[in-house]
């Protein structure tokens, strides 16, 4: 079975992004506090099309996430935020670039229908306007036997964390308080739905959590 | 000089104790789960005056809470909550029992004077209406040349951790949710004032995250 995995970067007071997020700042005022861990990794920076960078404990769970996904289901948010209807005249293909990073199908959660957007890569964006767990499926069935990703962003991740959904999640947890903003678990109730911590991995500036059904 | 060190055991989503905290229920609905991976113990027990128990990764991360602490801050919801001035005709005592497990000098945040309260063991509860500094000073001078144990609850802590006045903190990180109660870093806004992770145990069923001043 394809597992729905998932992995975020949250700072110890529950954040996940800063406040004020906008198309301009999509993590928010101080957001970028949680994801400084990642940056002086050769792995990141390679991915990014960098040179040099370090190696470090976190550089095999890095290596994880990009292993065995074969679809990606993503909010629209996470896509490129829209206000509103897509307009044909006008047309906004998101933030992720002419040859987006996934090199694979990509399902993005909508209440607007849309025409499939094939990018240079391998990247398709599918939106689909009937549920997060369509969503699900339509990305299992895409996925071509490997696990489907949740590209979040929180919002997304909240739906398929509240419905049970999620078969493994990594949160990042980074030492620092943001104070304000937007938190991974607000509103999700108090039910991990069977997800437990298998994996913890101490790295420079991160502690990486894992927690899977067992 | 003498440290003020705190510990405290957390949810993956924040909460310290869960909602509807009462005299009947000082963790909240729900809250008791954050301190699950304490009771098996044999440690835990022992101090409890209960026989078995077991030894694990947490042990001497236990052992080092009960270590070199000679005074201690509380908030008065922690010594036993009161709900206004002191009755002289009807003390209150508190929630300790006759011979606290303190052995050391307790220093109570409270509004309301009131003559120290000298209890079996060691334990003497003095009451400070001036302030969290005006305590943490006094308990500094009572503290023998040991460091100083900010006992909570959670509201005592947030005040201490806002002012930039924790020198060392213990996150027992239990991966479970609360989904609502009340939150450790609620209002202590997004400066740490220093303090850094320095140590991460890992244990079953809790990852303990030690920041301290580097």
Redesign the interface.
Known sequence: MSRLRFRISMS???YVAGPNQSVENPLGV?GMRVHEWVFPLEIFRRTHGLEGGVANESTPVVEEWLESVGATVMGRNMFGGHPGPWKAEQPWNGWWGDDPPFHHPVFVLTHYPREPLVMKGGTTFTFVTDGIEAALAAARRAAGGKDVGLGGGASAARQYLAAGLVDQMD?S?A??????GE???DG?????HGL??VR?V?AP?V?H?R?ARS
């Open positions: 110890l007071d529950g101080g949160i947890l030492p620092v308080l943001l104070g304000s938190r991974l678990f999700v109730g108090d039910d991990l437990a911590l913890t101490v500036g502690v959590l927690l």
